[in-house]
């Protein structure tokens, strides 16, 4: 079974077997109809399209942030809709540096699911290496009924982040890129800046020049700074919870230890009148 990384050429010997279900998470923050039509145009054979908004996230509230979590009976709806279970080898695809499915992938790991991995190149690598592509959507699955629930040790709040930052208790993991980091650009959210605290680790570093993920040895070598140190925990955030996970994706495919995700991440900080805010002033 696959459980963070599988390559277009792995994907094609086993995406006929019984128990394999692809899912199609193309999506774009700022034209978010887009993902869903490309799907509808092209996607590749049999997979079914998952929406970060409606199918991964929950309502949007005052302090949730941008992105928080779907409630889990609704996410267990959905898994169950799709036929997933034990025994399902679920793979994953995006075309956005596999930004918005390594979040359906964290989510999967969320509740316990391990056998899911992200096709690693998304989409593009799939078109180009010529493999079979459709616009067909109508599947039949094996509906399921299992109850999942949230393993709440992989997840921080706001409140607990302040306190352990305040006791420098955690790393504190910034996905975003350098320039959002650092308060010089916004383009989404309200207040420009950084977390006091925060280490900048752009998600896109994770990858090579091509847009696959580079190999172990230098994911781990990027994160070898948190490796050992198990004195404080590593959290991943970013700005709305979702390319977070990609590091979080990169560490466990390289071996680094387990990690956190601050769901809320900037977007829910910077909800609170008093939050700490580092950058361009």
């Not at 963070?4 to 774009?28: A, G, M, Q, W």
Request: one cysteine or more; proline letters at 2%.
């Amino acid at each position: 079974m696959y459980s963070t990384i599988i390559s277009s050429k792995d994907l094609s010997n086993i995406i006929h077997e019984k128990n394999v279900i692809v899912f199609d998470c193309r999506f774009n923050l700022m034209n978010k109809t887009q993902g869903y039509e490309n799907y509808l145009e092209s996607h590749i054979e049999n997979s079914h399209y998952i929406n970060l908004e409606s199918d991964l996230s929950s309502p949007v509230t005052k302090h949730s942030g941008r992105h928080p979590l779907k409630e889990i009976v609704d996410f267990s709806n959905i898994l169950n809709y799709h036929g997933v279970n034990n025994n399902t080898q679920i793979i994953v695809y995006d075309d956005n540096n596999s930004a918005m499915c390594a979040r359906f992938w964290w989510m999967l790991r969320l509740v316990g699911i391990k056998n899911c991995a992200v096709l690693d190149g998304g989409y593009s690598s799939w078109v180009s290496n010529q493999h079979a592509v459709s616009s067909n959507t109508s599947f039949i699955s094996e509906k399921q009924n299992i109850k999942y629930s949230y393993n709440q040790g992989l997840l921080i709040t706001t409140e607990a982040l302040k306190k352990k930052l305040k006791n420098n208790l955690i790393y504190l993991l910034d996905a975003r890129d350098t320039e959002r980091y650092l308060g010089e650009s916004e383009p989404i959210d309200k207040k420009a800046g950084h977390i006091h605290g925060a280490i900048n680790m752009p998600f896109k570093n994770n990858l090579d020049s091509s847009g696959h993920f580079k190999n172990k040895p230098e994911l781990m070598e990027m994160f070898q700074e948190f490796r050992n140190d198990s004195s404080k925990d590593i959290v991943n955030m970013c700005g709305s919870g979702v390319t977070a996970c990609h590091n979080y994706l990169a560490m466990e495919h390289s071996g680094i230890r387990e990690s956190k995700i601050y769901v809320g991440s900037w977007s829910a900080w910077i909800s609170h009148e008093d939050a700490i805010i580092e950058g361009v002033k």
